[in-house]
């Protein structure tokens, strides 16, 4: 038992050393799905969670897909799909239409930041995005907001940049 204990107070992690000592296994595939990520673009890590599907629909109904998988690098303030069920009813069914691609690009392209920003970088203020508007970053109590979405996980890196997820879309101001 002396042993564990040990091996927890030297761990960088104690999250992951108390999974090692768990499971070995588990703690490999963790690892793995890190390297993984890294190993993917932005649009393929989405593309790869479940929670994001809404998202994925959208960058493709908007002609983004390549672009988000092109070299980058890209921060991405990525909306979960419970984000998405929070605008009105139609809303995300009316956007996917062909007719209404630049509007939802438009809408898209303001939760990308043209550079990757790791939250430990990230500081309160207005921050250019790539669709040109600005939005606002605040920090309150530890709580990263951007405009009016709270940032609930943090630096999903992939190898074009970094996905930062947010529970609420935002919206460009028209």
Known sequence: MKTNIKVLACASSAALAIVALVSPAFADQLKEGEKKA?????????AGNKD???????????GLAETLSGKGPF???????????KLPEGTVETLLKPEN???LA???TYHVVGAKVMAADVKPGKVKTVNGKEFEIKVTDGTVMVDNAKVVKTDIVGKNGVIHVIDS?????E
């Open 38 to 46: 890294a190993d993917q673009t932005v649009v393929e890590i989405a």
């Open 52 to 62: 994001f599907s809404t998202l994925v629909a959208a960058v493709k109904a908007a």
């Open 75 to 85: 921060t991405v303030f990525a909306p979960t799909n419970e984000a998405f069920a």
């Open 101 to 103: 691609k630049e509007k």
């Open 106 to 108: 438009g809408i898209l």
């Open 169 to 173: 879309v935002i919206l460009p101001a």
